[in-house]
């Protein structure tokens, strides 16, 4: 029999015999909150509204079943250990955002299909709605002893939400609470954008976040996905921003030689991110400060964005 970690808080409160937790209250709020936000944009931008009604109905089911699809991958062990039927138990938890994003890019790609719309309005239409459900589930996740981060020695700064105290009583910073300030003012921002070139509000917001994941997880000192000294999500990230880079340089009308600059100079950057990373877990050199580690992350990944955004921006005005 496997014995889980407890990793949340006491229920909120018990509702049809079941207990609430603040991260499945958040999640929640979240995923309505990012419903009447597709569909209040979908009315302002003359998109679909059966389309973006018909998104959350794919969306909700694929992204549990590839995120508890990908979890059981990335924690084989747990899997071989407990039988295949791990995998249904839902009720333990466990789901990855990898698997998450996955089957919602799987739900819009079905909508426009069905619905005979573009997949880039599509995207448009629902990421801004998308990245408040990750906010609000970031916050509610802070209620747990998820996403670790090193310990915090300043007595001034062991105050939530930047901070809280662990399983043994020490101080750590949050580390999702960052990621969900970061994915609030991300949804905030895209949801007031106006109709731009298609595929620009999703993949400025898209480039937000996957940037930000990168630099907080580096900032997560447990051991949860992790490989070696680079977590699979960070990697994932960094593969997410390709995919808004590589179209949209091949949309976006520069020479060859301007879009070869652009993919070596984000390989560079990002290349930085996890050398940094590498020297920060200790490995060869074990003496570089926080502070500096993280100050190169932020430059380097605000950088990294900036081409991205840029490259995605002419592809737009190129349309």
């Not at 747990?78 to 839902?90: E, M, Q, T």
């Not at 002893?145 to 939400?161: D, I, K």
């Not at 949050?174 to 609030?184: F, I, Q, T, Y």
Request: with cysteine; charged share 15%; proline share 3%.
């Amino acid at each position: 029999m496997f014995e889980f970690q407890e990793l949340t808080k006491p229920a909120l409160f018990t509702l049809f015999g079941r207990d609430v937790t603040a991260y499945a209250l958040f999640l929640t709020l979240g995923v309505l909150i990012g419903v009447l936000m597709s569909i209040n944009r979908a009315k302002r931008t003359h998109y679909d509204v059966n389309a973006a009604l018909l998104f959350p109905v794919l969306a909700i089911p694929l992204s549990v079943i590839f995120g508890r699809l990908v979890y059981c991958l990335c924690s084989i062990v747990l899997l071989l250990d407990n039988g295949f039927g791990f995998i249904f138990r839902i009720d333990y938890g466990g789901f990855s955002i990898m698997g998450v994003t996955i089957g919602l890019a799987l739900a819009a790609l079905l909508t426009a299909k069905i619905e005979k719309v573009s997949f880039l309005d599509t995207l448009d239409c629902v990421v801004p709605g998308l990245l408040m459900a990750l906010a609000l589930s970031r916050f509610g996740e802070g209620s747990t002893m998820n996403g670790t981060g090193f310990e915090v020695t300043v007595p001034g700064l062991q105050f939530a939400p930047i901070a809280r105290v662990g399983l043994y009583g020490e101080s750590t910073y949050a580390v999702h609470m960052g990621e969900a300030l970061v994915a609030l003012i991300a949804a905030v921002y895209t949801q007031t954008l106006g109709k731009r070139g298609r595929g620009f509000v999703a993949g400025v917001g898209i480039v937000i976040v996957a940037c930000a994941q990168i630099f907080f997880e580096s900032a997560r000192r447990d051991e949860v996905l992790k490989i070696d000294f680079l977590r699979d999500v960070m990697a994932f990230a960094g593969i997410v921003l390709l995919c808004v880079l590589i179209p949209s340089l091949r949309h976006s009308g520069w020479k060859l030689p301007r879009r070869i600059i652009a993919i070596v100079g984000f390989v560079a950057l990002l290349a930085v991110c996890a050398l940094v990373e590498f020297l920060l877990d200790g490995k060869i050199y074990q003496n570089m400060p926080f502070w500096f580690g993280y100050l190169t992350d932020a430059v380097c990944l605000t950088a990294a964005a900036a081409i991205c955004c840029r490259a995605l921006k002419a592809a737009c005005e190129k349309e």
